[in-house]
């Protein structure tokens, strides 16, 4: 396969130097010009040579958008991206209708976002190239078979074959590259790794056992392996901190990584309907999830599986709320999420998949706040209204805890119930 090439084009010298540092280490053939004239004059030398382009939308005699209508009417095949400003609205929609973009990048523009959209679209055009090779294939193979009698039936069967096992290798592919995906964020390392597999398979059996049709069940799997895919761009330092820990700036950026995951995905059509469910995999069935605060089943089916069998692996893994939980702590907590975090229906699928309802334990008693006695150990986590662990599991209840519960009570406007055994002699 022959290097890719990218053509850069904006008249400010300073743009095309910083694109050329951002490449430089991807191998690519970089290409640049000062303007569309050039442009054009250097796409029609290079015979088609050119895979992707990028241009700058404000451009003196050519805008971005004339120019890339240019390059779409003669050059169909060559990927077209444009750099714009927040106040290029009107000129970045001509741009969309008569360019049809690829995607549009924001200036002052984000380096890991712009290697990843050049790198997903030039992945995007080889896959579209191998498709059309295989069906301009497909098409010459069926003239010949025209041709053929009834005594060729071994050359007809062979040429079948053929194509089968050009179809399951572009399957497989697709898939590679979703895995590829996948493991991106997984690389990074530390609790992270396998949870997205994990989460898939989980999501996929749950979605059997809710009796989803197979084409609902496959976008659920390919949700659950890339729904952490918007996280690529967060800190280290965050992308390992539990929720319950961050402060009001970091959960502003940390809840942002649905709507990202989403943008990442929609420009691949066979990816749409699980990027939808990535964007929606943090509401919560009472409706005070994100990103946008989604209730009930005005959540999509798919979405609200995913949010389970993410949520459960984070228990299980101690990216939730920072404390590792068994598989019988864990089931608890799903079994007390229900009809608040979690539809009632995906927690008795979910249940039902795993054993059935987890066990109450022993001598615990459910208790309002104004009874609690000093010396009493909680039974059950504690957890809040915006699903934050206030108190773990076996936390022993001491007098100035009780009135801070109390005072927190209050403060919330909302009955607290905390599940207890009585003290220890």
């Given at each position: ?16 130097s910083?694109l ?10 970089l ?55 927040y ?11 008569e ?48 041709a ?8 007809v ?7 089968h ?26 609790q ?60 502003g ?82 079994f007390?999420?229900k ?81 207890v ?5």
């Amino acid at each position: 396969m022959s290097t890719p090439t990218i053509l850069c084009v904006d008249d400010e010298a300073n743009i095309l130097s910083a694109l050329k540092r951002l490449f430089r280490p991807t191998g690519y053939r970089l290409l640049t010009a000062p303007g569309g004239a050039e442009a054009l004059e250097l796409l029609t030398a290079e015979q088609g040579q050119v895979n992707l382009v990028i241009s700058d939308m404000r451009m003196p005699n050519m805008d971005g958008a004339q120019f890339l209508a240019r390059v779409r009417q003669e050059w169909p095949g060559i990927v077209r991206v444009l750099l714009t400003g927040y106040a290029d609205v009107d000129s970045t929609v001509a741009a969309i209708n008569e360019g049809q973009i690829y995607r549009y990048i924001s200036k002052p523009w984000n380096e890991q976002e712009v290697l990843l959209t050049v790198r997903e679209a030039l992945e995007r055009q080889a896959l579209e190239q191998e498709k059309a090779r295989l069906e301009a294939l497909t098409a010459r193979q069926n003239e010949e078979l025209k041709a053929l009698n009834a005594g060729l039936e071994e050359k007809v069967q062979a040429r079948t074959q053929e194509l089968h096992l050009a179809h399951e290798r572009l399957k497989k592919s697709f898939f590679t590259s979703i895995q590829v995906f996948a493991n991106l964020i997984e690389l990074r390392g530390g609790q992270m790794a396998g949870h997205s597999r994990r989460v898939a398979d989980l999501a996929r059996r749950i979605g059997n056992q809710m009796s989803l049709e197979g084409r609902a069940c496959n976008d659920i799997f390919l949700a659950g392996l890339l729904h952490d895919v918007g996280k690529i761009g967060l800190p280290d330092p965050l992308l390992g901190k539990p929720e319950n820990k961050m402060n009001g700036e970091e959960l502003g950026v940390f809840r942002k990584h649905p709507a990202k995951g989403e943008q990442a995905l929609m420009a691949l059509e066979e990816l749409r309907p699980a990027a939808r469910l990535i964007r929606s995999h943090h509401e919560r069935f009472d409706g005070h999830g994100y990103p946008d605060g989604l209730a009930g089943l005005a959540i999509p089916l798919g979405a609200r599986i995913l949010a389970l069998a993410n949520e459960y692996d984070g228990l299980l893994q101690g990216t939730l709320s920072g404390k590792r939980h068994s598989e019988e702590e864990a089931r608890q907590l799903i079994f007390q999420g229900k009809s608040k975090r979690y539809d009632p229906a995906v927690v008795d699928a979910f249940l039902a998949l795993s054993g059935g309802l987890p066990e109450v334990q022993s001598e615990s008693l459910a208790l309002a706040p104004a009874d609690l006695k000093p010396g009493m150990v909680l039974a059950r986590d504690l957890i809040s209204r915006d699903g934050v662990l206030l108190l773990a599991t076996d936390y022993v209840l001491e007098e100035n805890l009780i009135r801070q519960i109390q005072d927190y009570e209050r403060s919330e406007g909302s009955r607290l119930v905390l599940h207890v055994r009585p003290a220890k002699n």
